[in-house]
C-alpha cells in the first residue's frame, strides 16, 4: 500500500481515519464493507487506523473520526470527548449520530422508566434519551442515511482527501425521485415524506415503490405545514405523519411544534 | 405538404422497417390508486405494446434529448497531466413514435435556446438531429391548455404527423426521410373524403377544450404584479421540490458537478437539470442566495415562461401540457396562477 498519494502529480497523505460506535446497529459501517469492488480504492485512499468490523488491531493515532450511533449513556459523552481532543475532522456517521436515529423513538415515550423495563426487564442498563452527537461535542460534518449511502461516503472521502467543499443536495427527495421518472406514491395511495427530505439517496425507497421515511432529515427549504396538508388531502391522519416524522430524528423540532399546535 | 392515406394496419410495417433504429414510444407503465392507467416514453420493441390513443404521458420525453444527468466530459489523470474525452452519448438514431403537438412544440423552443442560440449545446443538437420524429393527433384532457399557448398545432419541428380517421391513418409528410419510409409501405393520395374527415376530427378536437389560460397582455400584466401578494400565497405552499421543472418539456436548466474517482486517475464532468424552484438555483460562490424565498423562486418560474422568453422569442415557455400542475402536490398549476396574477376567479 503506498504511503502517499498522488493526483496530478501533487502529493497528497493518505489521512488517518477511525471509524467508532455508539449506540447503532452498525450498519453504516457494514455499507463501507458492501461493496468489494471499491473496497480496495477505498483502502488506498485513507488509512484505517480503527474499523471493529473489518480489523482487529485498534489505533489512537488519527485524523478523521468517523463516528456512527446516537449517544445514549454517560460513558459515550467521555468518549465522545477524548475522540474530539484526537480528531481533526469529527464526522457524524448516519443518521443516529446526525439526529439520534431510530433510537430516539424512545424519547416519545414520557415515563423511561417503564421504557427500560420493557426493554430490558430486570437487567440494569444505564440508558438515558437518545441524543445526536452534535449535543456532546462539535462535529464538522454530517454524512445523513440510515444507512448512509457508499457512494456518497466514497464521494465525500475523496473529496476531503482533495480538499474540496463537501456539499449535500439542498433540495428534497422529490427532485431525484422525479429524475428516476417514479410514480409518486401518493397517486398510488401511500404516504412519502420526500417533498421534504432532503436528498442525496437518488429517492432509495420511492424508486422500490416506498414512501421516503425522512432518514436524512430536513431539506434546507422544507414546507412541512405543506406537507401536512398534502397528508390530509390524501387521507392520513396526523398521527400517521407524526409517526414518518419521528421516525428517524431529523424533524424533532417540526414535530415539536405540530404537537404544540394540537 | 404533402398528404398520404393509409391502412392502420400498414403502421405495423412502418414500424417494423423503422425498428432498425431504437424507437420509442407511448406505452402503459403502471396504474394509478383509481386504477386509471399511467403512460409514459419508453424504448418499444413490439409494435403491440404502443399505446398511440394516450391521453397524456406523466412525463414528456424529454430525457431521450436532455436527460436528467449527462456526462459532459471524462479525464484520464497521469502524473502532471490530463487527457480529456468528450462523448456526446448518440450511439444511434432514434425514431419517437407518437408524439403529440405539445411536445414537439417544445422541442422547437428547446432549439431555439440550445441550437439557434450563440452557445449551441451539442449534446442536444447531435441527439435532436439524430432523431425521426412520427407526431400523433390527441384529444384534450381536462389539463390541457395547450390552445391557449399556441401549441395545439405543430408547423414544423417533425417528420410525419399521424392522425387517426377510424381504419385509416392521415399523414402529414414533411421530410424527405418520412417520405420514403412511406414509400415502404402501401399509402394512397388523401381524397377529398379524407380531407373532409381530418376537418371533422380537428373541430371535435377544438371542441373538447376544458381548460384556457388568457394570454393577452401577459407579459405587461406579469411586469405590473411583480409585488402583488398571490405570489406570497402562492409561494408559501410550494415545497421547492423541482417537480415542476422534472415533468415540464421545456425546462432546460442545469448544474454541472466534477467528480474525482477514488483511485485519482480519472475524473468527470456531469451535467445534471436543475429548477429554479430548487432552495440554491440563485446561490452563488461565497454563498449569497440572490432567492432565498420560495414566493420568489416561483414567480421567476413564470416570468421566465411567460415574459422573459416572450420578450426574447416572442412565444411563451410553456406549452400548455398542464404536467406541472398534474404533479405538482402543492396543486400549484398555470391556469390557475396566472387567472390570480390577472385577478380572474
Ligand atoms: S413518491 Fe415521494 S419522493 Fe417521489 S415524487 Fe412522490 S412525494 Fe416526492
Ligand atoms: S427515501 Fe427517504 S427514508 Fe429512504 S433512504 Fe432516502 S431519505 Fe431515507
Ligand atoms: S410549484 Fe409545485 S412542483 Fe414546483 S417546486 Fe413548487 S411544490 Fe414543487
Ligand atoms: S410549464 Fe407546465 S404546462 Fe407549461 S409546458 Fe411546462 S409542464 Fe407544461
Ligand atoms: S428558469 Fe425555471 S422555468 Fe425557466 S427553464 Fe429554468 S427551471 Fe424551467
Redesign the interface.
Known amino acids: 500500500m503506498p504511503a502517499n ?5 501533487v502529493e ?1 497523505a493518505r489521512p488517518r481515519v477511525a471509524f467508532f460506535e455508539l449506540s447503532s446497529c452498525e450498519g453504516c459501517q457494514l455499507q463501507l464493507l458492501n461493496n468489494e469492488a ?1 473496497l480496495l ?2 483502502l ?2 485513507v488509512e484505517v487506523v480503527r474499523f471493529r468490523e473489518g480489523m482487529t488491531e485498534a489505533g489512537d493515532d488519527y485524523a478523521v473520526a468517523f463516528v456512527e450511533g446516537s449517544v445514549t449513556r454517560a460513558d459515550q459523552e467521555l468518549q465522545l470527548a477524548e475522540i474530539r481532543k484526537k480528531a481533526k475532522v469529527m464526522v457524524a456517521f448516519g443518521s443516529c449520530a446526525c439526529f439520534g436515529g431510530v433510537n430516539q423513538l424512545k424519547n416519545r415515550f414520557s415515563d423511561q422508566e417503564w421504557v427500560k423495563r420493557e426493554v430490558y426487564g430486570d437487567f440494569h442498563v444505564d440508558t438515558q434519551l437518545a441524543r445526536p452527537i452534535s449535543d456532546v461535542v462539535k462535529v464538522d460534518l454530517m454524512i445523513y442515511g440510515c444507512p448512509v449511502k457508499k457512494e456518497e461516503v ?2 465525500i ?3 476531503l482527501l ?1 480538499g474540496k467543499a463537501i456539499n449535500h443536495p ?3 427527495v ?2 431525484e425521485c ?2 428516476n ?1 417514479n ?2 406514491l ?4 401511500e404516504p412519502c415524506l ?3 427530505t432532503r436528498a442525496g439517496c437518488d429517492a432509495w425507497c420511492p424508486s422500490n415503490r416506498m414512501g421516503c421515511w425522512g432518514c436524512r432529515g430536513p ?3 422544507a ?1 412541512i ?3 401536512a ?2 397528508m390530509a388531502e390524501h387521507g392520513f391522519s396526523t398521527e400517521t405523519l407524526l409517526d414518518r416524522l419521528e421516525c428517524f430524528g431529523g424533524f424533532a423540532a417540526h414535530v415539536e411544534e405540530i404537537r404544540k399546535k394540537g | 405538404m404533402i398528404f398520404k392515406v393509409f391502412a392502420k394496419d400498414e403502421l405495423t410495417r412502418l414500424f417494423e422497417v423503422l425498428s432498425v433504429n431504437r424507437v420509442v414510444g407511448p406505452v402503459q407503465k403502471g396504474l394509478d390508486r383509481k386504477n386509471r392507467p399511467i403512460y409514459s416514453f419508453e424504448v418499444v420493441d413490439n409494435f403491440d405494446d404502443l399505446r398511440l390513443d394516450y391521453p397524456s404521458t406523466l412525463y414528456p420525453a424529454k430525457r431521450y434529448f436532455l436527460p436528467f444527468e449527462e456526462t459532459l466530459s471524462s479525464f484520464t489523470l497521469e502524473s502532471g497531466s490530463w487527457e480529456k474525452h468528450v462523448d456526446y452519448n448518440v450511439y444511434q438514431p432514434q425514431v419517437m413514435f407518437g408524439m403529440h403537438a405539445c411536445d414537439i412544440n417544445a422541442l422547437n423552443k428547446l432549439d431555439k435556446v440550445l441550437i439557434n442560440s450563440v452557445h449551441p449545446t451539442p449534446y442536444y443538437a447531435s441527439k435532436r438531429r439524430n432523431m425521426f420524429i412520427i407526431g400523433i393527433e390527441c384529444m384534450p384532457q381536462p389539463h390541457c391548455f395547450c390552445r391557449s399557448m399556441g401549441a395545439d398545432t405543430v408547423q414544423h419541428g417533425f417528420d410525419m404527423f399521424l392522425t387517426d380517421l377510424g381504419d385509416r391513418y392521415f399523414a402529414e409528410i414533411l421530410s424527405s426521410t418520412a417520405y420514403n419510409y412511406l414509400l415502404k409501405i402501401k399509402t394512397m393520395e388523401a381524397s377529398e373524403t379524407d380531407h373532409q374527415e381530418y376537418r371533422q376530427v380537428v373541430r371535435e378536437k377544438s371542441s373538447k377544450f376544458t381548460t384556457h389560460v388568457d394570454t393577452t397582455d401577459l407579459t405587461k400584466i406579469l411586469d405590473m404584479e411583480f409585488q402583488a401578494d398571490v405570489w406570497k400565497q402562492w409561494g408559501d405552499k410550494c415545497l421547492s421540490c423541482g417537480t415542476c421543472a422534472n415533468v415540464c418539456p421545456t425546462c432546460y436548466c442545469y448544474g454541472v458537478q466534477e467528480t474525482v474517482d477514488m483511485n485519482l486517475q480519472a475524473a468527470t464532468k456531469t451535467k445534471q437539470l436543475y429548477s429554479c424552484n430548487l432552495i440554491d438555483f440563485a446561490e452563488v460562490a461565497g454563498g449569497h442566495n440572490f432567492r432565498p424565498e420560495a414566493h420568489i423562486r416561483l414567480k421567476y418560474r413564470y416570468y421566465h415562461k411567460h415574459r422573459g422568453f416572450v420578450e426574447a422569442f416572442e412565444e411563451s415557455l410553456c406549452v400548455g401540457c398542464g404536467r406541472c400542475g398534474e404533479s405538482c402536490l402543492a396543486n400549484i398549476n398555470v391556469p390557475e396562477v396566472i387567472a390570480s396574477v390577472r385577478y380572474e376567479e
Do not use: H, W
Not at chain 1, 498519494?5 to 502529480?9: A, D, F, N, S, V
Open positions: 498519494l498522488t493526483y496530478l502529480g497528497l471499491t480504492d477505498f488506498s485512499l466514497e464521494r472521502v475523496t473529496d482533495l439542498k433540495y428534497p422529490c427532485m422525479k429524475a421518472e410514480i409518486c401518493f397517486d398510488l395511495g420526500g417533498p421534504v431539506a434546507d427549504a414546507n405545514p405543506q406537507m396538508r398534502i
